[in-house]
T-cell receptor, first 114, second 115 residues
């Protein structure tokens, strides 16, 4: 079965510091991986995806993610955090056996303090 | 382009009632998926519709059902509501069903509270 894990419920970062939100996956075959962000009382916003190619994927709002096949990880990163980045972040993998279905991690609450 | 819209944004119902939620996808998108978000279970897939046909279904009881219309708008229905059905219900649209490389675009959700 395909699955995604986000080992940290919460990540705290000072504004201006780099941030990392971790994600590991378990899939058969090549994974299709996604990151979404959710602000309070809002739906999910797409940040970036990895399908194939370059292991470093750049996305919206200055975020990037590094795909590491040997470690089965897809960590989300940003060189310099902003207070406005504070939100709930979800890693997801496509379930290849069920078309468009996304399997989500449990989410990581990112808090960026001034 | 307008984003995915969901109505209503908030609903309060009592146990035993039924509820219908509506989703309008992004113009041109023909696939609509539904997810339930709760603090305990996280984000869970309910079902996916394309061309008025249910393509995939998650592990939810038969009380949860949906449909899609010819204009790609979708509704989901929950009958005989239970307290545990209280959740944020999210709708997502994408161009075509089963295209795993394309991202899904989510609406703001409908917050359902069952009393």
């Amino acid at each position: 079965a395909q699955s995604v894990a986000q080992p940290e419920d919460q990540v705290n970062v000072a504004e201006g510091n780099p941030l990392t939100v971790k994600c590991t996956y378990s899939v058969s075959g090549n994974p299709y991986l996604f990151w979404y962000v959710q602000y309070p009382n809002r739906g999910l916003q797409f940040l970036l995806k990895y399908i194939t190619g370059d292991n470093l994927v750049k996305g919206s709002y200055g975020f990037e993610a590094e795909f590491n096949k040997s470690q089965t990880s897809f960590h989300l990163k940003k060189p310099s955090a902003l207070v406005s980045d504070s939100a709930l972040y979800f890693c997801a993998v496509r379930d290849k056996n069920q078309g468009g279905k996304l399997i989500f991690g449990q989410g990581t609450e990112l808090s960026v303090k001034p | 382009k307008a984003g995915v819209t969901q109505t209503p944004r908030y609903l309060i119902k009592t146990r035993g009632q039924q509820v219908t939620l509506s989703c309008s996808p992004i113009s041109g998108h023909r696939s609509v998926s539904w997810y339930q978000q709760t603090p305990g279970q996280g984000l869970q897939f309910l079902f996916e519709y394309f061309s008025e046909t249910q393509r995939n279904k998650g592990n939810f009881p038969g009380r949860f059902s949906g449909r899609q219309f010819s204009n790609s708008r979708s509704e989901m229905n929950v009958s005989t509501l239970e307290l545990g059905d209280s959740a944020l219900y999210l709708c997502a649209s994408s161009l075509r069903a089963g295209e795993q490389i394309n991202e899904q675009f989510f609406g703001p959700g409908t917050r359902l509270t069952v009393l």
